[in-house]
């Protein structure tokens, strides 16, 4: 998994080309996942931080994952490239 890539977004991993999002030119992309971005725009463009936290916790608990995996996942959001340089906005 060292060549992975995670959606800069919700972290999910982008393991196959179908998980990948898209840009307008219809080209995946190696940042984003097809939940979070289509067509070079974020899907829910107004979107916080803790939203995303809360959207994510959710669908990690329906899945029945350890709650360590789901705090680690968590934890990483905040480094994310759509969320890196938002945390100190108000």
């Known amino acids: 998994m060292e060549n992975t890539h ?13 998980a990948k999002g898209t840009e307008n030119n219809g080209l995946k992309t190696n940042d984003y996942c097809r939940y979070c971005y289509e067509d070079s725009h974020f899907k829910n463009p107004d979107m916080n931080l803790e939203e995303m936290k809360d959207a994510v916790k959710m ?7 350890p709650a360590y995996m789901v ?9 994310l490239k759509r969320w890196k340089n938002k945390q100190f906005v108000i």
């Open 6 to 18: 995670f959606c800069q977004s919700c972290g999910m991993p982008l393991t196959t080309e179908d």
């Open 59 to 65: 669908h990690m608990e329906k899945k029945k994952l």
């Open 71 to 79: 705090q680690k996942a968590l934890n990483i959001l905040p480094a």
